[in-house]
């Protein structure tokens, strides 16, 4: 609803502006749906007549898109931006759930985030990749007023991410003339942290952990979606135990040694 009434303000309580409201929007029919179900208990509280309009969501599987690309809408934002980007693509949290990150929520020795889970999920840790660590600690450097109670992006709700985002990466389409990039959505980021983590792992419950699921079955669907993932891959070497960790940290894989040179692989 306050989506709706900062979009609309008082044309809030004309039915027909809001039904024609939600129909123009660039968003899917879920989305549509939850604004419909809001605005109809909206309508029954303050007694107003409206035919309710219904949005049915296509039943199909989430396109996963290159970390390449995902890394390339990154590299083109804005520092705030960026930084949140980094943080949904490393963890699979929510949107939400990023938004309402606090300073305390963040161990910045280890990097390592404790989220609050939305949608009444399970409590969970995940991992920041050093460089998305880096992005942080330049972030706080820039803004002192950050207190360990504070909302690390402040203000932002999860409608301005999405806005920004999309703003980000529509311009960034357009200019590289490659339309792929507009199917990426930020769910597109949980999604994928999701698939590369049960092709790295083939481990259902440890996905459904650290996606915050309360049912095995809302994670089952990345069964099926690993097996239409790209299967290229970019590979690295280590010669020393410190060049294996940093390897690590960012996400390959071991594969095999040869040579006294340990060769690592992740997917593109």
């Given amino acids: 609803m306050k989506f709706l009434i900062r979009n609309l303000g008082s044309a809030i309580n004309n039915p027909e502006a809001v039904r ?9 029919e879920g989305y549509k749906r939850n604004l ?35 890394n390339l809408i990154i590299a083109n934002s804005s520092k705030k931006l960026a930084l949140a980007l980094s943080i949904s693509r ?39 990749k050093p460089s998305t660590l880096n992005l942080l600690s330049s972030y706080l450097a820039l803004h002192p007023e950050i207190t360990l109670e504070s909302r690390i992006f402040g203000k932002w709700s999860s409608d301005d991410y999405g806005k ?27 999604h994928h942290f999701a698939t590369k983590l049960y092709n790295q792992t083939r481990n259902l ?14 994670t089952l669907i990345y069964t099926q979606l690993t097996n ?3 299967d290229e891959y970019v590979s690295a070497i280590a010669k020393t135990v410190e060049e294996a960790r940093k390897l690590i940290e960012e ?18």
């Fill in 164 to 190: 920004y985002f999309r703003i980000v990466r529509n311009r960034l389409a357009q200019k590289l003339n490659d339309s792929t990039l507009k199917t990426i959505t930020l769910y597109s980021l949980r």
């Fill in 20 to 28: 024609e409201f939600i129909a123009k929007l660039d968003r899917n």
């Fill in 36 to 70: 419909v179900y809001a605005y109809d208990c909206y309508a029954k509280v303050y007694r107003i007549q409206w035919n309710k309009p219904i949005y049915r969501p296509s039943p199909k599987l989430p396109r996963i898109p290159l970390e390449e690309k995902i």
């Fill in 205 to 218: 419950l440890l996905v459904k952990e650290l996606l915050g699921h309360k049912k095995i079955e809302t």
């Fill in 90 to 128: 490393d963890t699979g949290l929510r949107p939400i759930e990023v938004m309402n990150l606090r300073l305390k929520d963040v161990d910045l020795q280890n990097g390592l985030v404790y989220p609050a889970t939305a949608k009444h999920g399970s409590a969970r840790v995940l991992k920041l």
């Fill in 251 to 268: 996400g390959f894989e071991f594969v095999t040694e040869m040579d006294g040179v340990k060769i690592f692989r992740k997917r593109k």
């Fill in 228 to 230: 239409n993932e790209n």
